[in-house]
C-alpha cells in the first residue's frame, strides 16, 4: 500500500524560512514524479511543485518562484520542500502526492502558518 | 497550463436523488502514453482529499458503485446515482497528464 507521510510544518514569521518533508513508502519512489500540493484555509487545491524521477527537472507556480525548491533524495525515499521568504499569503496545508499507474496517492498534510 | 473548469460550483440534493459534476479542461488531456489522467476527489471538511475515480472512469479501491465517471478529451463527468448523507463534501476534478491542476471545486450538500 502506498503510503505518504508529510512533516515538518508549523508555525513561521513572514520572511522566515521552513523545510517540509516527505516520507514515502510502498511503491518504487524513483519511479515517480512527485509533487506538492497546498490548500490555502477555505480555498481549493494548488498545485506547487514537482519534480521529475531522478531530480534532474523541477517545475513550479508562478507564485513560489525563486522561494521554494523542491528537492528528493531516493535513497531515503524522501521528498523535501523548501520554501524561504515566507508570506502570510503562503500560510496553507501543504501535501505530497504522486500518481501511480494513473491513481493519485495523497499523505495526510502538513499545516503551515505564517503569522508574526 | 491547462485550466480545469468545474459547473456547478454548488449543487444541492435530496438524499436518494442522483448527482452530476461537469469539468473541462482547457486541453486534451490525453497523454503521449494515450491515457487521460483526468480524476475525481472527494473531500471532507478537515481531511485530505479521498480518490474516488482515476483515468477518467475507474472506480479507486473501496469506492461505492454509485460513483461513476466519464468522459473524453476536454470534457468529463462525476454521477453519483443516489446521493447519502456521506457524500457530502467538495468534489475536485484534478488532471495530471501535464503538471497537476485541479477544478476549483463543487461543493455538495444535501437539501
Redesign the interface.
Known amino acids: 500500500e502506498v503510503q505518504l507521510v508529510e512533516s515538518g510544518g508549523g508555525l513561521v514569521q513572514p520572511g522566515g524560512s521552513l523545510r517540509l518533508s516527505c516520507a514515502a513508502s510502498g511503491l518504487t519512489f524513483s519511479h515517480y514524479y512527485m509533487?506538492w500540493?497546498r490548500q490555502a484555509p477555505g480555498k481549493?487545491?494548488?498545485?506547487v511543485a514537482?519534480i521529475k524521477q531522478d531530480g534532474s527537472e523541477t517545475?513550479y507556480v508562478d507564485s513560489v518562484k525563486g522561494r521554494f525548491t523542491i528537492s528528493r533524495d531516493n535513497a531515503r525515499n524522501s521528498l523535501y520542500l523548501q520554501m524561504n521568504s515566507l508570506r502570510a499569503e503562503d500560510t496553507a496545508?501543504y501535501?505530497c502526492?504522486t500518481?501511480v499507474g494513473?491513481?493519485?496517492?495523497?499523505?495526510?498534510?502538513t499545516l503551515l502558518t505564517v503569522s508574526s | 497550463d491547462i485550466v480545469m473548469t468545474q459547473t456547478p460550483l454548488s449543487s444541492p440534493v435530496t438524499l436518494g436523488q442522483p448527482a452530476s459534476i461537469s469539468c473541462r479542461s482547457s486541453q486534451s488531456l490525453v497523454h503521449s502514453d494515450g491515457?487521460s489522467?483526468l480524476?475525481w476527489?472527494h473531500q471532507r471538511p478537515g481531511q485530505?482529499?479521498?480518490?474516488l475515480i482515476?483515468?477518467i472512469s475507474?472506480r479507486?479501491s473501496g469506492v461505492p458503485d454509485r460513483f461513476s465517471g466519464s468522459g473524453a478529451g476536454t470534457d468529463f463527468t462525476l454521477k453519483i446515482s443516489r446521493v447519502e448523507a456521506e457524500d457530502v463534501g467538495?468534489y475536485?476534478c484534478?488532471q495530471?497528464t501535464q503538471?497537476?491542476?485541479?477544478?476549483?471545486?463543487t461543493k455538495l450538500e444535501i437539501k
Open positions: 509533487n500540493v481549493g487545491l494548488e498545485w514537482n517545475y496545508v501535501y502526492a500518481v494513473g491513481v493519485d496517492y495523497w499523505g495526510q498534510g | 491515457n489522467y480524476s476527489l485530505p482529499p479521498r480518490l482515476y483515468k475507474n479507486f467538495v475536485y484534478a495530471a503538471f497537476y491542476t485541479f477544478g476549483q471545486g
